[in-house]
């Protein structure tokens, strides 16, 4: 889960002429492209996940404050079940995965309506598209945010692309590092699994420790770390210079 900052912070490239719209509700503020103006849809689609969320925490306080899994229940909504999954997976607290929660949800409602879809919610993304992307990554003011760009192709979509920070925004981090970017099929895991690596990362000596960390949580399928002027990577990450 990321902090809200500028939007010059993540950019995404394609040779495609998307519709982009922004739905804010709260904390929530998405960023949105589609192949049309889709801006209703999307605010009663997230609208419907923060209610779900807030009614589940009226019910379960825990939700919203514990730093570690709590059990699952089979009786939540879908959303509120996919961060209590994507938590265990990680072994954060489900608030961990909200942002990346409801950009999926937000994302998969869309795709009635839309066949190419990305929704950002600080920093966190949930891409489903027909062509090749490129996603920028910022890592605060080290000498690496703007120089490269992660590398997705049309056939790894749908696909989460989450980034956490120690030094960017306002959430709860207790690492150091200015990014840590997960990719996964999940978005609420890969917004969970970026938390638990991020949290991590207390010095460069533990980056190595990281990589292993983020490969060891089932369902990631990469990692990248940047802490300063040092880049590491594991898994499949394709990345650009930009």
């Known amino acids: 889960m990321t902090g809200r900052i500028d939007r010059t912070y993540r950019r995404l490239t394609s040779q495609r002429n998307y519709s982009h719209f ?6 929530t503020d998405l960023y949105i492209l589609a192949d049309s103006d889709l801006s209703e849809p999307a605010f009663q689609s997230a609208l419907r996940c923060r209610v779900q969320i807030e009614e589940y925490i009226r019910i379960h306080p825990e939700f919203r404050t ?17 961060m209590l999954e994507a938590s265990s997976r990680a072994f954060v607290g489900p608030m961990a995965s909200v942002a990346g929660a409801i950009a999926e949800h937000v994302g998969e409602d869309l795709l009635k309506s839309s066949a190419n879809v990305m929704v950002e919610n600080g920093g966190d993304i949930y891409l489903n598209v027909n062509d090749h992307v490129l996603i920028g990554i910022f890592a605060g003011d080290s000498p690496l945010t703007g120089r490269i760009a992660l590398s997705i192709e049309a056939k790894e979509t749908p696909v989460g692309i989450c980034t956490s920070s120690g030094t960017v925004g306002h959430s709860l981090s207790f ?3 200015d990014a840590v970017c997960i990719k996964s099929k999940s978005t609420a895991l890969a917004d969970a699994a ?13 980056i190595k ?10 369902g990631v399928l ?8 040092t880049l590491a990577v594991q898994g499949n990450m394709e990345l650009r210079r930009v």
Not at 22 to 27: A, F, G, H, L, Q
Not at 66 to 79: Q, T
Not at 222 to 229: M, N, R, S
């Open 66 to 82: 514990s730093l570690v899994p709590i059990a699952g229940d089979k009786l939540a909504p879908d959303i509120v079940r996919d």
């Open 194 to 206: 970026a938390t638990a690596v991020g949290n991590l990362i207390r010095k460069k000596s533990d």
């Open 209 to 218: 420790k990281g990589l292993e960390r983020a490969m060891s949580i089932p």
């Open 22 to 27: 922004t739905v804010k509700i709260s904390e």
């Open 222 to 229: 990469g990692v990248l770390i940047i802490t300063g002027d």
């Open 175 to 177: 690492g150091i590092a």
